[in-house]
């Protein structure tokens, strides 16, 4: 279904009441995931309370009754008590009630604030650090929170956006991006930290990062000196709908943000967490698998915490509605709908409105729990994002939801067999000399087209004298081998030999001399070939220029045959690789488990590629061994690179929206 239709559709499904919604169970339906109270076993639920629910919460009817409707959905071991948000404070005595009510229960209570001006048309607000006034509020919110809590999270609005005159002259000469860093240092130095630890040496006071980090250090988010400043930081792991977006939010960032920050702020050497979990709101859902998935990937990274934002949608007595998922409402799927429905334990109140948010994210919870376990340390292709980059936007994330795992760094990959290095890897000025390095040490380099261009004559040309010409061209027939008249279609069957009903693709024409370089993949547009992978041997190593498409959605219109020859490259010799369609997201794990998640809207089916001859597949989800694949027969390897390990393949289905655990055995 396209995106306006299922807008359509969402919208109409919104309206009907919940028991029209309901859908017969499925013959292959597991045990519903229990609706008691329980605790999970591998990681902790907080839930934020923003300051106007705060104050609300302050009314011990209020209290007992949203208390008992959020608990009984998701049993949540922690909250977030919010004090200060939009020049509305909580006043002491609020705060010191409903925290004892909390401890009461048996629930941690940590404090938060949200240092945000209100904002207008729904653009949000920011205070002004050159007036005297906001600077006096951020310090007062700051102490108050320090004052009742020993952890303070600051939710996600500590950025600088004002440009009143009073920021314009003291900006002076230095640019936007440079008067908004330096300034937001010394504002959480010394009107954030300063005033909270004078309240309250004790606190640990903990900065939460949200999810468009690649445009950060233009509004003063700063990831390098704040992220050390702050005793702990957090991570906005939301990616809500990820085609009506004006962030470029693909579902892998949901995963692959969390790894990203914990690089940032590692656990220390004392085992003290420096990234403490993620956070998903309810926001920009069009169906409530949608809302799973966030949570589910941020679990897959490993997060020890989820928090859910916020209590409102928690606790309230509303139903949540199931959204536009009629195209897999009947089948298998990880968030089954009927069985969070059926499951659901109704409250002593009347009138009881049936399973709302709150229900969502404990079904989701429950389900994921009992698989994360099984799961090692996430693994996946060094990629390397300098601190205050920012170019080929947000591309590891379009990556990871066509199926390439990415291990994020702010730190230059120097041990990996091999790195992928996107446009954000040109503010490091060493980085040509880094990339000699690797390659003289016998690595794979891998850089796109996007870091090739920014590199033009900073040194590159003394590797590889390959070019991007400023010509675009598009292309919807791609090759994979090189040779006059040689090589294989790497189009889709259903479409070759009837290129139009393709989308052709646009991308930069890179310029090579012919047997310096060789074009390993490459597209053909009339008569005249485009290297889409681009391979140079230098010293001991080989560096690959791999052409991203002008616009990164694109690489969802790729040919599969395509996008898994460029996997074989980047992932020779990873445990695991995914031959599949897009929108199939591979989690791999140091102890032989992998995840294989759908986001698609029909099951897939998904070839799994395994290192090794002989190994062994099992599905964890069912417990059933995999049934390995006939081996293919060997193609020329005149097309093919040296020394190429063995594998075993296996295929499988991928119901939609959901995942499947595997474990391989050897």
């Given at each position: 279904?396209?995106?306006?239709?299922r807008?359509?559709?969402?919208a109409?499904?919104l309206?009907?009441?919940?028991?029209?919604?309901?859908v017969?169970?499925?013959?292959?339906a597991?045990a519903?995931?229990?609706?008691?109270?329980?605790?999970?076993?591998?990681?902790?639920?907080?839930?934020?309370?923003?300051?106007?629910?705060?104050?609300?919460?302050?009314d011990?009817?209020?209290?007992?009754?949203?208390?008992e409707?959020?608990?009984?959905?998701?049993?949540?071991?922690?909250?977030?008590?919010e004090?200060?948000?939009?020049?509305?404070?909580?006043?002491?005595?609020?705060?010191?009630?409903?925290?004892k009510?909390?401890?009461?229960?048996?629930?941690?209570?940590?404090?938060?604030i949200?240092?945000?001006a209100?904002?207008?048309?729904?653009?949000?607000?920011?205070?002004?650090?050159?007036k005297?006034a906001?600077?006096?509020e951020?310090?007062?919110?700051a102490?108050?929170?320090?004052?009742?809590?020993?952890d303070?999270?600051?939710?996600d609005?500590f950025f600088?956006?004002?440009?009143?005159?009073?920021?314009i002259?003291a900006?002076?000469?230095?640019?936007?991006?440079?008067y908004r860093?330096?300034?937001?240092r010394?504002v959480?130095?010394?009107l954030v930290?300063?005033?909270?630890?004078?309240?309250?040496?004790?606190?640990r006071?903990?900065?939460?990062?949200?999810?468009?980090?690649?445009?950060?250090?233009?509004?003063?988010y700063?990831l390098?000196?704040?992220?050390?400043?702050f005793?702990?930081?957090?991570?906005?792991?939301?990616?809500?709908?990820?085609v009506?977006?004006?962030?470029?939010?693909?579902q892998?960032?949901?995963?692959?943000?969390?790894?990203?920050?914990s690089?940032i702020?590692?656990t220390?050497?004392?085992?003290g967490?420096?990234?403490g979990?993620?956070?998903?709101d309810?926001?920009?859902?069009?169906?409530?698998?949608?809302?799973?998935?966030q949570?589910?990937d941020?679990?897959?990274?490993?997060?020890?915490?989820?928090?859910?934002?916020?209590?409102?949608?928690?606790?309230?007595?509303e139903?949540v509605k199931?959204?536009?998922?009629?195209?897999?409402?009947?089948l298998?799927?990880s968030?089954?709908?009927?069985?969070?429905?059926?499951?659901?334990?109704a409250?002593?109140?009347?009138?009881?409105?049936?399973?709302?948010?709150?229900?969502?994210?404990?079904?989701?919870l429950?389900?994921?729990?009992?698989d994360?376990?099984?799961?090692?340390?996430?693994?996946?292709?060094?990629?390397?994002k300098?601190?205050?980059?920012?170019?080929?936007?947000?591309?590891?994330?379009y990556?990871g939801?066509i199926g390439?795992?990415?291990?994020?760094?702010?730190?230059?990959?120097?041990?990996?067999?091999?790195a992928?290095?996107t446009?954000?890897?040109?503010?490091?000025?060493?980085?040509?000399?880094?990339?000699?390095?690797?390659l003289?040490?016998?690595?794979t380099?891998?850089?796109?087209?996007?870091?090739?261009?920014a590199?033009?004559?900073?040194?590159?040309?003394?590797?590889?004298?390959?070019?991007?010409?400023?010509r675009?061209?598009?292309?919807?027939?791609?090759?994979?081998?090189?040779?006059?008249?040689?090589g294989?279609?790497?189009?889709?069957?259903?479409?070759d030999?009837?290129?139009?009903?393709?989308?052709a693709?646009?991308?930069?024409?890179?310029?090579?001399?012919?047997?310096?370089?060789?074009?390993?993949i490459?597209?053909?547009?009339?008569?005249?070939?485009?290297?889409?992978?681009?391979?140079?041997?230098?010293?001991?190593?080989v560096?690959?220029?791999l052409?991203?498409?002008?616009?990164?959605g694109?690489?969802?219109?790729?040919?599969?045959?395509l996008v898994?020859?460029?996997?074989?490259?980047?992932?020779?010799?990873?445990?695991?690789?995914l031959?599949?369609?897009?929108?199939?997201?591979?989690?791999?794990?140091?102890?032989?488990?992998?995840?294989?998640e759908s986001?698609?809207d029909q099951?897939?089916p998904?070839?799994?590629?395994?290192?090794?001859?002989?190994?062994?597949?099992?599905?964890l989800?069912t417990n059933?061994a995999?049934?390995a694949?006939?081996?293919a027969?060997?193609?020329?390897?005149?097309?093919?690179?040296?020394?190429?390990?063995?594998?075993?393949?296996?295929?499988?289905?991928v119901?939609p929206?959901?995942?499947?655990?595997f474990?391989?055995?050897?």
């Amino acid at each position: 279904m396209n995106r306006a239709l299922r807008v359509a559709a969402c919208a109409a499904l919104l309206s009907l009441p919940l028991t029209a919604l309901l859908v017969p169970p499925t013959a292959a339906a597991r045990a519903t995931p229990s609706t008691a109270a329980s605790t999970y076993q591998n990681f902790r639920v907080a839930i934020y309370i923003a300051v106007t629910s705060t104050r609300q919460l302050a009314d011990k009817a209020t209290f007992d009754r949203e208390f008992e409707r959020a608990m009984r959905q998701t049993h949540f071991n922690k909250v977030y008590l919010e004090v200060y948000r939009n020049h509305v404070f909580a006043t002491d005595e609020e705060v010191t009630r409903v925290k004892k009510w909390f401890e009461e229960k048996g629930v941690q209570v940590s404090g938060g604030i949200t240092l945000a001006a209100g904002g207008e048309g729904g653009q949000f607000g920011t205070f002004d650090y050159e007036k005297p006034a906001d600077r006096e509020e951020c310090a007062k919110a700051a102490a108050l929170a320090a004052k009742h809590f020993d952890d303070v999270i600051l939710d996600d609005f500590f950025f600088y956006a004002s440009k009143s005159d009073a920021d314009i002259a003291a900006k002076g000469n230095r640019s936007w991006t440079q008067y908004r860093l330096e300034t937001m240092r010394q504002v959480a130095r010394d009107l954030v930290l300063k005033p909270a630890k004078a309240a309250n040496p004790k606190v640990r006071m903990i900065i939460k990062y949200p999810n468009w980090y690649e445009h950060f250090q233009g509004a003063g988010y700063d990831l390098e000196q704040e992220s050390q400043d702050f005793d702990a930081i957090y991570t906005g792991t939301e990616t809500r709908d990820p085609v009506i977006t004006d962030q470029l939010l693909q579902q892998y960032e949901s995963y692959e943000i969390y790894r990203y920050y914990s690089n940032i702020r590692p656990t220390d050497a004392k085992g003290g967490v420096g990234n403490g979990g993620g956070w998903v709101d309810t926001y920009s859902t069009l169906y409530v698998d949608r809302y799973a998935e966030q949570l589910w990937d941020t679990l897959f990274a490993k997060a020890p915490e989820i928090t859910l934002f916020n209590w409102r949608p928690m606790s309230e007595a509303e139903a949540v509605k199931p959204g536009d998922r009629q195209a897999w409402a009947n089948l298998p799927t990880s968030f089954r709908w009927q069985e969070m429905v059926s499951g659901y334990k109704a409250g002593a109140q009347a009138n009881d409105p049936g399973p709302g948010w709150g229900r969502a994210a404990g079904y989701a919870l429950e389900t994921v729990d009992k698989d994360l376990g099984k799961l090692g340390k996430p693994i996946g292709i060094a990629s390397y994002k300098p601190y205050q980059s920012s170019g080929e936007d947000f591309l590891h994330n379009y990556l990871g939801t066509i199926g390439i795992p990415i291990e994020l760094s702010p730190k230059f990959p120097t041990n990996a067999d091999v790195a992928l290095l996107t446009q954000a890897a040109a503010q490091d000025p060493k980085i040509v000399d880094e990339i000699k390095g690797n390659l003289v040490a016998g690595k794979t380099v891998v850089i796109t087209s996007g870091l090739l261009s920014a590199l033009k004559g900073k040194g590159i040309e003394d590797i590889a004298e390959v070019w991007d010409t400023g010509r675009k061209v598009a292309i919807h027939d791609f090759i994979n081998g090189y040779g006059a008249g040689n090589g294989d279609s790497l189009n889709d069957p259903a479409h070759d030999g009837v290129s139009d009903s393709r989308p052709a693709v646009l991308f930069p024409e890179i310029h090579y001399y012919t047997n310096d370089s060789w074009p390993i993949i490459r597209g053909v547009a009339n008569a005249k070939g485009f290297p889409i992978l681009l391979m140079n041997r230098y010293s001991k190593g080989v560096l690959y220029v791999l052409t991203m498409p002008d616009n990164p959605g694109d690489l969802y219109n790729l040919p599969q045959g395509l996008v898994t020859e460029i996997k074989k490259y980047l992932q020779q010799d990873f445990p695991v690789r995914l031959d599949s369609p897009d929108h199939v997201s591979l989690f791999a794990y140091d102890n032989d488990t992998f995840v294989v998640e759908s986001f698609r809207d029909q099951p897939v089916p998904v070839t799994l590629s395994l290192l090794g001859q002989g190994v062994h597949l099992r599905n964890l989800s069912t417990n059933a061994a995999i049934t390995a694949a006939p081996a293919a027969a060997p193609k020329d390897g005149k097309f093919r690179r040296d020394n190429v390990a063995a594998r075993t393949d296996f295929g499988v289905t991928v119901q939609p929206h959901s995942y499947q655990v595997f474990k391989i055995e050897r």
